[in-house]
């Protein structure tokens, strides 16, 4: 049970991380 919580947050992390690139990205080429 300990274990899958750790897994389904890491994947909330990874889920995160995604977006904000994906966010970071659209800027970029938002701003040219």
Do not use: G, K, P
């Not at 909330?12 to 080429?29: G, K, N, P, W």
């Amino acid at each position: 049970y300990s274990s899958n919580i750790n897994i389904s947050f890491f994947h909330s992390a990874d889920e995160f991380e995604i977006v904000r690139q994906q966010r970071t990205q659209f800027a970029l080429v938002f701003a040219r």
